[in-house]
């Protein structure tokens, strides 16, 4: 594979320095200088120039300019050897062709034709006798320009169901021939037709074919021509002319004309090529009613009464024809109610109310959970619980206890023992500490149990709610003669 990619870039490369060696020797064999193409217009001068550029080690003997049309056989128009006059066979340009300076130059015998027509296109060919290699030659090509005459126009047609001429543009004696094109919107397509003068100018006659509809009457149609004399193309704008009978629409009527109801107008709209002639209106039943005014296109009924419950026919004519609308009204006894709101609206309405009930339900759920996290527990409690009361020491609170429960009548007992139940504080043993010690640890328990944040009770001014502060102090902490080495329940604590 490699081998035989290596094989094919020499093979190339050599192809290649192949194809260059002989474009150079012709370049270098190209020794008669002429121009290539020169333009003209006709009943202008044209120089044609030429001339030999090395003619080192050759000898040149004779020059003759050759015609050659672009239909037909070649000429010899002009001819000279140093060794004789100049010579100008018969020719379609002889009289007109003429060496330039004159006597000619060998080295560069260039030739004019005076007074040029379009059939002196063509090639002319400058061709050297040399020794000792022979005829050598140059060819230079006169390209006659003749600026055409442009055109278009546009052709009134009826509208149909056949395709017909709609428009025409026209390009006469141009030379060369013009490029015509259409740009419009109308549905068609366009047939181009070129035909050649007796002098050589070419004539382009081009068309646009669609089938005529009244909607494509006023569309917009350009013939666009370009040719090499001109700077830009010619640009031909256009509108479509289709003759159509009327097209008639009646407006105006509501279905809402009931009894008494006034200044109610029908408007009998209508389009149409050519311009409409006129505009009749009549009933089915026969005459208008009395209170039937017409102005025009317009039928105005001062008051709706019994005789306007017809069927009114707008009728308009053109060259083309005739076309009618009609309408049909219904009297009603009293005035339909307005419009209520459109389906959109109502729609909205409902999506809105929808959108705003939920914002409003998820508010209260919210407010709800909330609430119901409060009570349940969930914040913090709205009352600080009480501290421990401080009670004596054992031998003299046991003393006091036994005196009081014998001091005490029976029935009294048992409501201090209900009242205790009810709203005692507990009882905890802290006989065997001192003030001292009993304040501290009273401190020490709150703080241990109350919330972060919370004030001190001995700082509080509010007392605890379940504090009677109006009662005895003794009936406060009066309970039954229980001994402290006895068994014990401690009354119901609140929190």
């Known amino acids: 594979m490699r081998r035989d990619a290596r094989k094919f870039c020499e093979c190339s490369k050599m192809l290649l320095w192949l194809v260059s060696s002989i474009l150079i020797q012709q370049a270098w064999g190209q020794r008669v200088k002429v121009e290539p193409e020169v333009l003209s217009y006709p009943g202008q001068t044209v120089n044609l120039r030429c001339a030999f550029t090395d003619a080192t080690g050759i000898q040149l003997t004779m020059i003759t300019w050759i015609y050659e049309p672009k239909e037909g056989e070649r000429e010899n128009i002009a001819v000279f050897h140093p060794n004789f006059e100049p010579n100008y066979p018969n020719s379609p340009v002889k009289g007109r062709v003429s060496f330039t300076p004159s006597p000619p130059n060998l080295n560069s015998p260039s030739i004019q034709i005076t007074d040029v027509r379009m059939s002196d296109e063509g090639k002319y060919i400058c061709e050297y006798a040399t020794y000792p290699s022979g005829n050598e030659q140059g060819i230079t090509y006169l390209v006659m320009l003749a600026k055409p005459q442009n055109s278009a126009s546009i052709v009134t047609v009826e509208a149909g169901t056949s ?42 006659n081009s068309e646009y074919h669609m089938i005529p509809k009244p909607e494509d009457n006023g569309k917009d149609i350009s013939c666009v021509v370009a040719h090499r004399t001109l700077d830009k193309p010619d640009s031909f704008p256009l509108k479509l002319a289709v003759q159509y009978a009327p097209r008639v629409t009646i407006v105006g009527y509501d279905n809402n004309w009931y009894l008494g ?66 309408v049909t009204v219904l009297v009603r006894g009293t005035r339909l109610p307005g419009k209520g709101p459109t389906t959109g609206t109502i729609i909205g309405g409902i999506i809105g ?50 005196g009081t429960v014998a001091a005490v009548p029976e029935d009294r007992l048992l409501n201090a023992e209900q009242h205790s139940t ?43 709610p379940y504090r009677h502060t109006g009662a005895d102090h003794q009936d406060f902490h009066q309970g039954p003669a229980v001994n402290r080495g006895d068994s014990f329940v401690s009354p119901a604590m609140f929190v």
């Open 163 to 204: 395709p017909v001429v709609v428009a025409h543009c026209d390009s006469v004696n141009g030379r060369p021939a013009s490029q015509v094109k259409w740009v419009t919107t109308a549905n068609g397509n366009d047939t181009t037709v070129s035909k050649i003068s007796a002098d050589n100018t070419v004539t382009i």
């Open 261 to 326: 109801r006034t200044n109610v107008v029908l408007t009998c709209q209508a389009t149409a090529n050519p311009v409409p002639l006129s505009v009749d209106w009549k009933t089915m039943s026969g005459e208008l009613p009395d209170t039937v005014v017409i102005t025009g296109n317009e039928l105005k009924v001062l008051k709706v009464d019994e005789a306007v419950n017809t069927t009114f026919v707008c009728e308009v004519r053109n060259r083309i024809g005739t076309s009618k609308d009609q």
């Open 353 to 402: 109310a929808i959108v705003l009930l939920a914002v409003i339900g998820t508010a209260i759920a919210l407010y709800r959970k909330r609430r119901n996290g409060k009570l349940n527990g969930d914040g913090p409690p709205k009352y600080k619980p009480p501290p421990p009361k401080k009670k004596k020491n054992g031998s003299s609170a046991n003393k006091e206890l036994s």
């Open 422 to 464: 009810q709203s005692a504080e507990p009882v905890t043993d802290l006989d065997a500490y001192t003030d001292e010690e009993s304040y501290g640890g009273e401190r020490a328990h709150y703080h241990a149990a109350a919330p972060s944040g919370w004030d001190d009770p001995a700082n509080s001014e509010v007392p605890p």
